[in-house]
C-alpha cells in the first residue's frame, strides 16, 4: 500500500505540473512562433506544430496501438479500420451488431443471443479472437469508457452515437503497455468526428419477410463552428428499436429437435458398431420433444417413474400419446404428445434505445484547445424465458411432498381420481410448464451518463500534450416478473375442501397467508387471483462508475538520428472504478424460483506511468527504405493486485514503396475485475451430464468406463443407477476470489503490406498472430469437476470435495465452483485483407475482402498440464475461416452494394470430447454458410438521400436446427430476408 500511495502521489505531482505547463508556458509559445515565417506539420493531436526552417515538412498523424504520430498512417502493430458509413448502411438494429460480423470478432453478446444470462438482456459487447469480452479494450477516441456489465470492464456498443463514428480501428494482439489493462486480446477504438456542422436526419425502417419482425433507426445531428472557426459545436440525437421474435414465429426456428439414442430407434448395436460413426449414439429428430411434461400437466407414478396420462385444455384427463417413434429412457416421441420448448424462446429480443450527445472544442490559441462531450444513453431490452416448471419434482419429504398432489385434492379430475382409486396410491406426481403463472419476464434498463474534458496543443514547437479527465456511470436495473414464491405456490397446489365444501389451500399457516388455491390440471385452470398468489416481480439494482485522469506527453522529433527522428510519447494515468449490485431482499433469500443471486460491492484504483519510443534504424538503403524500432513500457500499481507491468517492441521495415513488413512481441496484463474479486455468492444452474449414469458410461471406450464405475462405486452410486434427472440443469454455487492475480500474456504479429505500383489501387495485408494468455481467470467447467472425480485414481480428491449427492438417490444436488488463477488460452491464425479500387463501367468500385483463418484456439482447464487442452479451431464459435467481401459501386449520384460473409463449415463436437466418444450424434457438423446484402442509393443534389437495403438477399436459412442464439450460433442470421429503406438529409 506505501508502494501505491508513493506512486499516486508521484502522479499527482507531474500531473499539476504538466497542466501548469499547458496553460502557463504553451501561450508564450504561441506567441513566439506567430513572430517567424515558418513551416507547419500536423502532430500527434491533430494541431498544427511549428517546426524549424531546416526541418523538412512531414504530415503525422496518431494511430491506434500508439501515441507517438507518425507519418500517414503507418502502424507498429495490424489495424483494420472500418469506416462509419459502412457501419450505419445496413438493416442491423446496431453498430455493434455489424461489428460481430467481422472476422476477428466473435458473436458472444448480440442482441439475438443476449438473453443467456441474468442481467444481459438487450447488451451489445465485443470479443476480440472469442477470448473473452473482458479481453477485448473498447476505447471512444483513444479514451476508456465505463462499462456495461456490472463487475467487469465491457463496454456496450448501444452507448456510442452512431451518427458521429468517423471510424472504428481494431488492432490485434495485446496492447497494455499502450493503453494500459484489460487489451489482452486487442482494442476497439471508436474514432468519432473531431468537427461537425451542418444537419444530418436519417430515418431507416425495415421489414422481415419470414415473420412480423420489424425494426426503426432515427438520428439527428446538427454541429456548427462558432468564434471565426476557433471553436465548434454539436449536438445528436438517436432512436432506435426493435421487435421481439419468438422461435414459432419463424419457420427457420420453430421446428423442435431432440436427440434420440441409436437403440431406441434401431434396436441394440454390436460391440463393433458402439464407436462406429455410422452407428451413432443419437439421432436427431424433428418434429419431436418431450412427451413426460407439457402446458397442461402430464401425470407420473412416483412408485414407479412412469407417465400416466396428461390432460385436454379444459382440465379433462386422457392418455399420453407418445407415437410410434420414441425413446423412453429419455421421455422423447415424435409426432405425438410432446411440447415444443421453443415456444419459450425469444431468438430476438424487443430492445430499443435513446441516446443524446453533446460534443465541442475551442481554440484558445494555436497551442492550447479545450475540447469536451457528453452523452445521456438509456437503452431497455427484454428476454422472456421459460415459465415456473417441475420436473419429476417431489418437494421434501418434511412438507408433505408439496409436488406430488393427493387423492382428496378438489381440483382433481374424475377419470384422473378413478386412476388413483384403481392404482391405490395416495398420490401422484405432475410434471408441468406452469405457463398460466406467466413467462418468466425479464426487463433490462441501462442508464450510461459520461463526460469527457480535456486540453491539448503544443507546449512547445516539438512537444505536444494531452491532459483529460473521463467521468462515466451506468445504473442498471433488472426487473424480474412472473418469479414464482416457492412457498406459496407449494401451499397453493395442495388444495382441499373445508367443511363448508369451498376450496382451500391445506395449511392453517396458509390460509392465514391469504394463500388462494391453484388448480393445475389443464391450461389456463387457474385463477387470475391464485396465480397473483404465487407469483412477486423482483427488482435488483447496479451501479457502476469509472473516473480517469490521463496526461500524456509527445514529441515526434525527439531527436533526429541519420535515419530520421525518434519519436517519444508518455505519461500519466490515474483510474478509479467501482461496481455495486443490490438484489432484490426477497429473493435473494433463496425463497423464489428466481436464482437467489450474491450481492456485489467492490473498488480499486490504479495508478499507471508509461512511456512510448519510436526509434529509425535504418533509412535508404538496399532492402531498407525505412526500418523503425518501436518499443512501449507501462508501469501500473493497483490497490487489489498491487504492481503489474506490460511491454512490447516492434519493428516497422519499410523495404520499397510497394512492400512493408512488421513485427511486434508484447507482454500484456490483465488485472482481475470487480466481480471476479468481489462478487458473493450466487445461485446458478448447468447444463451437465451426470457420468455415473449408466447410459453416460455406456458410451466410453472399455479403459476409461472401468475406471468411473469404480469411482462411481465407491461414490455409493449404484450400478445400475440411470436417473434421467440431468436432463434438467443442475444447481450450482459460484462467486468471486479476493486473491485472484493478474492474468499474463504474451502477443506475436508478423505480417506484411503490399501494394504494387504495377496495379493502382491494390493492396494486400497479411499478418500472422498469435496470443498465449497464461494464469487465465476461470471458474473449472462444472462438467470438467464432474469428469474429473470420477477419472482420478481414486475418490479422494478436489473435485468431488466441490459435489454433493442425495445418499438416497444418488443424485447430484450441488457443484460448487469459484474463480482461479487457473487456465491457459492460446489462439493463433492469419488475418488478411486484400483492397482494390478502380474505374470502370462510367463510374467507381471499391472492393475489398477481409478474412480469418484460425490455427490453433486451445483451451487449457490447467495451466500447468501442458498436455491437457483442447483445441476448438473449426468448432461452431472458432471457426476455421471467415471471410467478408464488399464491392461498392458509384457512378453520379447512384451507388450500389454488396457484402458477403463466408463461414467455412465448422464441428458440433470438440476433438477431445471426440476421443472418449468418436460418435455421439448423427449432426456432426454445420456446413458452410454464405450470406449476401445488398444496397442501391441515390444523393440528389437537394442533400436529399435514399437508400434500399436486403440483408440476407437470397433468405439463406440456419444451418441444422439451431436457433441462431448460441454464444457461437448467433454468427448465423436467424431473422431472414430483411428489406429496410432509409432517408437521409445533409445540409
Known amino acids: 500500500m506505501n508502494e501505491q500511495s508513493l506512486l499516486a502521489r508521484s502522479i499527482r505531482t507531474i500531473l499539476m505540473a504538466g497542466v501548469s505547463s499547458a496553460f502557463i508556458a504553451a501561450p508564450a509559445l504561441a506567441q513566439d512562433a506567430q513572430q517567424d515565417d515558418q513551416d507547419v506539420v500536423v502532430s500527434a493531436s491533430g494541431q498544427e506544430v511549428v517546426q524549424s526552417e531546416n526541418a523538412q515538412v512531414e504530415e503525422r498523424i496518431q494511430v491506434t496501438g500508439s501515441r507517438i504520430g507518425r507519418i500517414g498512417a503507418e502502424a507498429p502493430s495490424p489495424v483494420t479500420v472500418i469506416s462509419g458509413d459502412d457501419l450505419v448502411e445496413t438493416g442491423a438494429m446496431n453498430i455493434g451488431e455489424v ?10 453478446f448480440t442482441l439475438a443471443n443476449s438473453g443467456r444470462f441474468i442481467g444481459t438482456a438487450g447488451i451489445s ?56 489493462a484489460d487489451a489482452v486480446t486487442g482494442v476497439v477504438n471508436f474514432i468519432l468526428k473531431k468537427n461537425v456542422e451542418g444537419l444530418d436526419v436519417t430515418a431507416t425502417r425495415g421489414y422481415a419477410e419470414n415473420s412480423d419482425y420489424s425494426n426503426e433507426k432515427y ?74 411434461i407439457s402446458n397442461q400437466g402430464t401425470v407420473w407414478d412416483p412408485f414407479t417413474g412412469g407417465i400416466l396420462g396428461t390432460f385436454n385444455p379444459d382440465g379433462s384427463y386422457r392418455d399420453t400419446y407418445i407415437g410410434d417413434v420414441n425413446d423412453p429412457a429419455n421421455f422423447y416421441c415424435q409426432d405425438c404428445d410432446y411440447i415444443n420448448l421453443r415456444r419459450y424462446s425469444e431468438v430476438q429480443p424487443e430492445f430499443s434505445r435513446v441516446n443524446y450527445n453533446l460534443k465541442g472544442n475551442y481554440e484558445f490559441t494555436q497551442d492550447v484547445n479545450m475540447y469536451w462531450n457528453a452523452k445521456y444513453v438509456k437503452s431497455e431490452g427484454q428476454n422472456i424465458g421459460q415459465p415456473f416448471f417441475r420436473f419429476f419434482s417431489t418437494g421434501a419429504a418434511a412438507d408433505n411432498y408439496p409436488y406430488l398432489f393427493k387423492r382428496d385434492n378438489p381440483f382433481l379430475p374424475e377419470a384422473l381420481a378413478s386412476q388413483m382409486d384403481e392404482l391405490g396410491v395416495p398420490f401422484l406426481g405432475l410434471n408441468r410448464m406452469y405457463e398460466d403463472a406467466g413467462r418468466r419476464i425479464e426487463e433490462n434498463t441501462r442508464e450510461t451518463k459520461r463526460a469527457v474534458i480535456g ?30 414464491i416457492l412457498q406459496n405456490m407449494e401451499w397453493a397446489l395442495d388444495a382441499v375442501e373445508d367443511e363448508t365444501g369451498n376450496i ?14 391453484f388448480n393445475p390440471f389443464g391450461l389456463g385452470m387457474a385463477s387470475q387471483a391464485s396465480q397473483d398468489y404465487v407469483t412477486t416481480t423482483s427488482v435488483g439494482t447496479s451501479e457502476i462508475e469509472q473516473t480517469v485522469f490521463n496526461a500524456t506527453f509527445s514529441n515526434s522529433f525527439l531527436y533526429e538520428l541519420p535515419a530520421g527522428h525518434i519519436g517519444f510519447a508518455g505519461g500519466v494515468e490515474y483510474r478509479d472504478e467501482s461496481s455495486v449490485t443490490v438484489e432484490d431482499p426477497f429473493a435473494k433469500t433463496g425463497a423464489t424460483f428466481f436464482n437467489a443471486l450474491g450481492e456485489t460491492d467492490g473498488q480499486y484504483d490504479v495508478s499507471e506511468i508509461f512511456g512510448e519510443i519510436s526509434v529509425p534504424l535504418l533509412r535508404d538503403m538496399f532492402m531498407v527504405q525505412h526500418l523503425n524500432f518501436d518499443a512501449a513500457v507501462r508501469y501500473a500499481d493497483y490497490s487489489t493486485i498491487g504492481g503489474a507491468t506490460a511491454w512490447k517492441v516492434g519493428l516497422d521495415w519499410t ?11 508484447s507482454e500484456a496484463i490483465r488485472a482481475p475485475n470487480i466481480d471476479e474479486l468481489f462478487s458473493g455468492q450466487s445461485q446458478s444452474f448447468a447444463d451437465v451430464d451426470d457420468p455415473c449414469r449408466v447410459s453416460n458410461l455406456a458410451q466410453l471406450s472399455a479403459d476409461g468406463r472401468a475406471r468411473r464405475e469404480a469411482n462411481c462405486a465407491a461414490l455409493g452410486v449404484p450400478a445400475d443407477f440411470d436417473s ?33 505500383e504495377w496495379l493502382e489501387g491494390f493492396s494486400a495485408t497479411v499478418d500472422y498472430w498469435e496470443i498465449d494468455i497464461d494464469d487465465t481467470i476461470s471458474g473449472i467447467g462444472f462438467q470438467t469437476i464432474l469428469n474429473r472425480c470420477v477419472d482420478a485414481e481414486t475418490i479422494d480428491n478436489q473435485f468431488c470435495n466441490l459435489i454433493t449427492r442425495d445418499p438416497d438417490t444418488s443424485e447430484i444436488t450441488l457443484i460448487r465452483g469459484f474463480a482461479l488463477n487457473i487456465a491457459r488460452s492460446l489462439n493463433s491464425g492469419v488475418d488478411f485483407e486484400f483492397a482494390y479500387d478502380f474505374d470502370a463501367l462510367g463510374g467507381q468500385f471499391r472492393t475489398n475482402l477481409i478474412g480469418t483463418y484460425t490455427i490453433e484456439a486451445k483451451d487449457y482447464p490447467f495451466a500447468d498440464e501442458p498436455d491437457n487442452y483442447t483445441d476448438y479451431a473449426g468448432v461452431l464459435g472458432d471457426q476455421d475461416l471467415q471471410m467478408q467481401l464488399s464491392v461498392q459501386y458509384g457512378i453520379d449520384n447512384w451507388t450500389f452494394g454488396t457484402t458477403t460473409r463466408y463461414v467455412d463449415r465448422v464441428n458440433l463436437y470438440d476433438p477431445t470430447s471426440l476421443e472418449t466418444n468418436p460418435n455421439p450424434s448423427n449432426e456432426m457438423q454445420y456446413g458452410t454458410y454464405v450470406i449476401t446484402d445488398v444496397t442501391a442509393g441515390y444523393k440528389f443534389d437537394n442533400g436529399l438521400g435514399l437508400t434500399l437495403g436486403v440483408d440476407n438477399f437470397f433468405n439463406r436459412e440456419l444451418p441444422g436446427y439451431t436457433t441462431g442464439t448460441g454464444a457461437g450460433s448467433a454468427i448465423y442470421d436467424n431473422i431472414g430476408r430483411f428489406a429496410y429503406l432509409r432517408a437521409s438529409l445533409s445540409f
Not at 455 to 483: C, P, T
Not at 655 to 665: C, H, K, M, V
Not at 728 to 741: F, R
Open 504 to 517: 382451500v389451500c391445506r395449511s392453517e399457516e396458509a390460509r392465514a397467508d391469504g394463500c388462494v388455491p
Open 724 to 756: 434421467n434427472y440431468d436432463s434438467a440443469t443442475l444447481e450450482t454455487l459460484v462467486g468471486g476470489n479476493p486473491d485472484l492475480s493478474e492474468e499474463t500474456s504474451e502477443s506475436i504479429t508478423a505480417g506484411f503490406v503490399y501494394s504494387p
Open 125 to 180: 459487447t465485443l470479443n476480440l479472437r472469442n477470448m473473452g469480452t473482458d479481453r477485448t479494450l473498447v476505447l471512444v477516441n483513444g479514451k476508456r469508457h465505463v462499462a456495461s456489465a456490472p463487475g467487469s470492464s465491457s463496454v456496450d456498443t448501444n452507448t456510442i452515437p452512431s451518427a458521429w463514428i468517423d471510424r472504428v480501428e481494431i488492432i490485434t494482439g495485446g496492447a497494455s503497455a499502450v493503453y494500459g
Open 99 to 108: 461489428l460481430s460480423r467481422l472476422p476477428a470478432l466473435a458473436t458472444t
Open 455 to 484: 486540453f491539448d496543443g503544443m507546449l512547445n514547437q516539438d512537444w505536444s500534450y494531452d491532459v483529460s479527465l473521463v467521468w462515466g456511470k451506468s445504473d442498471i436495473e433488472r426487473v424480474n416478473g412472473a418469479n414464482v
Open 219 to 292: 438520428t439527428f445531428s446538427y454541429g456548427t463552428a462558432f468564434a471565426g472557426g476557433k471553436g465548434n459545436i454539436a449536438v445528436s440525437a438517436e432512436y432506435n428499436a426493435q421487435d421481439s421474435l419468438n422461435a414459432l414465429d419463424n419457420p427457420w426456428t420453430a421446428t423442435s429437435a431432440v436427440s434420440m439414442r441409436y437403440e431406441a430407434l434401431y434396436g441394440p448395436r454390436t460391440e463393433d458398431q458402439l464407436d462406429d460413426p455410422a452407428y451413432p449414439d443419437n439421432i436427431v429428430v424433428p418434429n419431436a420433444g418431450y412427451y413426460a
Open 655 to 665: 523495404i520499397s514503396d510497394e512492400l512493408r513488413s512488421r513485427f511486434t512481441y
